[in-house]
């Protein structure tokens, strides 16, 4: 993990200290709310439907077990005892006073942890994937760039009023598991022919109102110019993008409206200025951050433990955890764990209580070397496993709630925190994945589906990412009531889709049925074990429609 | 105007009796006195006289003649909300290499100073509505910066 030093250290402590002035001169009506309301965004502090909202970054996933333990703290001394991650590695607290959020930045800073411009129209967390530094098929490990670029984005005093917000993500495996097409700028990582590292740069992705991936606007940048580059490109977004209208206003419509070539002619221009001064990194800074990053100190461990094999053989339930929530790693004898935090209806996805928090820094120190990854998939990741230790952490995840097999199968809902909390919710999405995951409670079943995502948004702003779900839900406002739209075939990943819209919305009682009649349909058509993805893009949306939209919907089961 | 803080040989202080007065585009004729002038207007008369309102759709590159004999520049933030003013002292202030005074205008308020100065602002005409005593707090901002600024073109790592 990076560790900061004072420069660091000092900077956390005088923002909370600043905000701490600036909620009592709020407080004390010196600052009107439309003066305030920009301020706290760029700490975190939204104003939900029932309470102030709380969004603590976890800066490209990798938290501490020292860190959680501090979340844990908070979920107990300040919310309701529990907390919820979010797709974009944050974590947010859905009940706090805003008199004690100075407070809870506090203790934030007292771990080296911060909730500035988590949100606001600035620059945001930078993201990466969850395995970043252990997966099998990584090329190097984008930690080091992300916290280079998030230092140089925080409080970065030009771009802290941009017409909208700004997302960025980094990855460098074969698989992109950090959705880098969906990002205001998305970076993937590689080496040259001369083991150089450079940057493919891709720009303007994102979903909500408009969905779009990224388009490449730079091939080949050696990373040296990182900085300035992205510079570059925020320049020519603040100058030039559109301030008139908010749905407008992404990076996206620029690139669209400009076209790739025009807006790379922009920035290729504004980059010549810049490229080759100060802010072009150096060896030694990325070493030192670096150093941060460098690998545990891993045990050789004997290729086949004994007692794993055993267990593996022995215990199917255990076995079938194995085939869905355990990752390779890099080191032989390791591997890394996946805790779903989708056990179905008994807690909402993406939710943690505060004991669960404090079990997860436990087994993460206990089971590896104190660190835990967020995946923007919601679940939490212990990287660092020796295979001898699954059957006993497995065993502890499942006391826990923790230890459901079902990473990547359908009942591995990504769903925001919708109409139960979110302001500008249309409608309701964590009943809707209660619903579906009740209806899908047989595993042996969804083991036999295989690969299948859903993901629910509870509005355009797609904060579940319902249009990369290979199943997507939206709800959506029908005078006045909650209705769903659903979507087929989108992708994240390399190969990323966008869903399309299989027909009229339906309510909300209607969506275990559909989510029914739509799988038996895969079933029907599919080939072998042909994932869903590919079923839907072989055979079309006609045969889903047919089956979801008939007068009278036929019962039927998947034969298998 | 009134309300002004100004930044002289390094000092921030509270400026008495500025002269400048800033005119929109209705007044006609001009009034005398040091004016701030749209742009148009200004490119209509330029002098060396008058200083320059530039709006966040002006186009900085455009006024490279004139810098010579430009007595002051000020940038509009019709909104504190709206960004575009920084981009505008920095591009004016590195790239154009203009020394003279950059007045930042319109919704300017405590919370926000900091950053203006950080791209070369040295005077800031608080909203009218506010006290530029009180302003005066919010120009210091934090000790670190972690990129660059204009007046501080090395980034933290080259610093730390
Ligand atoms: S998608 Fe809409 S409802 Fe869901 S969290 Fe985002 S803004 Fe709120």
Redesign the pocket.
């Given at each position: 993990m990076y560790h900061y030093d004072e420069y660091d250290r000092a900077l956390v402590f005088e923002r909370v200290a600043q905000f701490r002035d600036q909620v009592q001169r709020f407080t004390a009506g010196e600052l009107s709310e439309e003066e305030f309301l920009p301020l706290r965004l760029q700490n975190g502090l939204y104003l939900q439907k029932h309470a102030y909202m709380l969004r603590v970054a976890i800066p490209y996933g990798t938290l501490g077990a020292r860190q959680m333990r501090t979340l844990a703290s908070i979920a107990r001394d300040y919310d309701r005892g529990y907390g919820h991650f979010t797709t974009r590695q944050n974590i947010q607290f859905n009940w706090v006073e805003l008199a004690q959020v100075p407070d809870i930045l506090q203790r934030l800073a007292e771990v080296d942890m911060h909730a500035i411009q988590t949100s606001g129209n600035c620059v945001r967390n930078i993201t990466t994937e969850a395995f970043a530094g252990v997966a099998a098929d990584e090329i190097i490990d984008p930690r080091p760039l992300a916290e280079i670029l998030r230092q140089w984005s925080t409080i970065n005093p030009e771009f802290l009023f941009l017409p909208r917000k700004f997302k960025i993500a980094i990855c460098s495996a074969r698989q992109d598991r950090a959705a880098i097409m969906m990002h205001d700028i998305g970076l993937y990582l590689y080496r040259d022919g001369r083991q150089q590292m450079r940057l493919r740069v891709m720009v303007g992705g994102g979903l909500g109102r408009t969905p779009i991936l990224g388009l490449q606007i730079r091939e080949g940048l050696p990373w040296e110019h990182l900085l300035s580059y992205v510079e570059a490109i925020l320049r020519v977004y603040n100058r030039h993008g559109r301030r008139d209208n908010k749905y407008k206003a992404r990076i996206k419509i620029l690139v669209k409206a400009l076209g790739i070539e025009a807006f790379a002619r922009e920035v290729e221009q504004e980059w010549q200025h810049i490229k080759d001064g100060p802010a072009q990194l150096t060896e030694a800074e990325f070493q030192r951050v670096a150093e941060g990053f460098a690998p545990p100190r891993y045990a050789a461990q004997p290729d086949g433990d004994l007692d794993y094999g055993t267990h593996l053989a022995m215990d199917r339930s255990f076995a079938r955890w194995v085939s869905r929530n355990v990752q390779p790693h890099k080191v032989a004898g390791y591997a890394s764990v996946v805790l779903s935090t989708k056990p179905g209806p008994a807690a909402p996805p993406g939710d943690l209580t505060a004991e669960q928090m404090d079990n997860v820094a436990d087994w993460s120190e206990h089971f590896g070397f104190g660190e835990i990854r967020i995946a923007h998939e919601q679940n939490l990741i212990l990287p660092d496993v020796r295979k001898a230790d699954l059957y006993p952490l497995w065993r502890l995840a499942c006391e826990q709630g923790l230890g459901t097999a079902n990473i990547g199968l359908l009942t591995d809902i990504i769903a925001?925190?919708?109409?139960d909390?979110?302001?500008?919710?249309?409608a309701k999405?964590i009943p809707i994945a209660q619903a579906i995951q009740s209806r899908f409670d047989d595993l042996d079943y969804l083991h036999d589906l295989g690969e299948l995502s859903l993901n629910i948004?509870?509005?355009?702003?797609?904060?579940?990412h319902h249009h990369i779900g290979n199943i997507g839900i939206l709800?959506v406002d029908k005078n006045g009531s909650e209705w769903y739209q659903v979507t087929l075939g989108g992708a994240q990943g390399k190969a990323s889709a966008l869903g399309k819209v299989i027909g009229p919305s339906f309510s909300a009682a209607e969506i275990p049925r559909v989510i029914e009649q739509i799988v038996a349909t895969y079933c029907a058509y599919r080939e072998l074990d042909e994932p869903f993805v590919d079923t839907v893009a072989r055979v079309g949306l006609e045969p889903f429609k047919e089956r979801v939209y008939a007068r009278q919907p036929e019962v039927s089961t998947c034969a298998m | 105007m009134r309300n002004v803080i100004a930044i002289r040989q390094g000092q921030a202080q509270l400026v008495e009796g500025d002269s400048w007065q800033l005119l929109g585009e209705q007044e006609a004729p001009l009034p005398t006195g040091a004016l701030i002038l749209p742009l148009h207007r200004w490119l209509a008369q330029p002098s060396g006289y008058h200083g320059l309102w530039l709006g966040p759709d002006d186009d900085v590159e455009s006024l490279q003649l004139w810098l010579g004999v430009l007595p002051l520049i000020a940038i509009d933030f019709p909104s504190f909300r709206d960004g575009r003013g920084y981009s505008q002292a920095y591009l004016l202030r590195t790239r154009l290499g203009w020394q003279g005074e950059l007045r930042a205008v319109g919704d300017v308020l405590r919370d926000q100073l900091s950053h203006m100065r950080q791209c070369g602002f040295d005077s800031f005409a608080v909203r009218e509505d506010k006290s530029a005593a009180d302003a005066l707090k919010g120009l210091q901002g934090m000790s670190v910066l972690y990129g660059r600024s204009v007046i501080e073109p090395r980034p933290l790592f080259r610093r730390r």
């Open positions: 925001c925190p919708g109409g909390f979110c302001a500008l919710a249309n999405s948004s509870g509005c355009i702003n797609a904060c579940g709800g | -």
